[in-house]
C-alpha cells in the first residue's frame, strides 16, 4: 500500500547466535555454573543493588520497630507522670487549707497563733 516492505532475515550469522541457551536444570544450579553465564555477569551490578536495597528495606523495618515501641514506653511513662502530678497538687492543695496549716503547726509546737480579725486593705493617696 504505501511501498514499505519488511525484510526478514532467514540466516542468522553464528556471532548473532546466542551463544548459551539459558539451560536452568536443576544440574547447573548446584554446580554454581548458572553465575558465570554472560546473562547473570551482565546484570551483576542490578542484582548488587537489589540486594543492598532489600537489606536497606530490613534495617529501616527493624529501625521504625525500634522507634515505635519506644515511643509507646514515652506515651505510657508520660501517662504515670501526669497522674502523679495531678495527685501532687491535690494532696499540697489539701495540706495547705487553713485547718490543715493550724493542725500542723500546733502538732509542731511552734508558738504562732491563728488570727482572729479579717484583714484591712491599707490605701495610698497619690
Known sequence: MFGFKR????????????KET????????ISGSVLSKDVVVHHLPFILFIAILGIYYIS?????????RE???LEKELKELRFESITTASDLMYM????EVVKRVEKEGLDL??????????????
Open 22 to 29: 539459558p539451560s536452568g536444570s536443576f544440574k547447573d544450579i
Open 71 to 73: 515511643m509507646v514506653s
Open 113 to 126: 497563733i491563728e488570727s482572729t480579725e479579717p484583714p484591712v486593705k491599707i490605701y495610698l493617696e497619690k
Open 96 to 99: 495547705s487549707k487553713q485547718s
Open 7 to 18: 525484510k526478514y532475515k532467514d540466516f542468522i550469522s553464528p556471532k548473532e547466535e546466542i
Open 60 to 68: 529501616n523495618r527493624y529501625h521504625s520497630e525500634r522507634v515505635y
